[in-house]
């Protein structure tokens, strides 16, 4: 089993930036993928971000790209989204996401691939 924990989340304007942070424990950490997800009230669940377990390996939404850094410290057990120039569509409910582990060299996009969730923080865009 593994728990995340998000923090960081708050209200900024436009042009500005924000770093997330999602604390894990439990099962071995550093073989767990790791992921983003965003949730704006009335829409779906989206991917934002996602490491393999090495942080070798990231990929982004289009929407992000450019914008946010995805990034692991395997020894804090601590996954990082730097989001700089923040745009009022950003605005949501951030959530850190795991696989169930293995060491995969394969970077998940979906919500199917992920296992174990955190409780999320929020992020306000104001403009």
């Known amino acids: 089993q593994v728990q995340l924990v998000e923090s960081g989340g708050g209200l900024v304007q436009a042009g500005g930036s924000l770093r997330l942070s999602c604390a894990g424990s439990?099962?071995?950490?550093?073989?767990?993928?790791m992921g983003w997800f965003r949730q704006a009230p009335g829409k779906e669940r989206e991917f934002v971000a996602a490491?393999?377990?090495?942080?070798?390996?990231?990929t982004y939404s289009d929407s992000v790209k450019g914008r946010f850094t995805i990034s692991r410290d395997n020894a804090k057990m601590t996954v990082y989204l730097q989001m700089n120039m923040l745009k009022p569509e950003d605005t949501a409910v951030y959530y850190c996401?795991?696989?169930?582990?293995?060491?995969?060299?394969?970077?998940?996009?979906?919500?199917?691939?992920?296992?174990?969730w955190g409780q999320g923080t929020q992020v306000t865009v104001s403009s």
């Open positions: 490491s393999t377990w090495s942080g070798g390996s990231t």
């Open positions: 996401a795991a696989d169930n582990g293995g060491f995969s060299y394969v970077v998940p996009t979906t919500t199917h691939q992920y296992f174990y």
């Open positions: 439990g099962r071995i950490f550093n073989s767990y993928a």
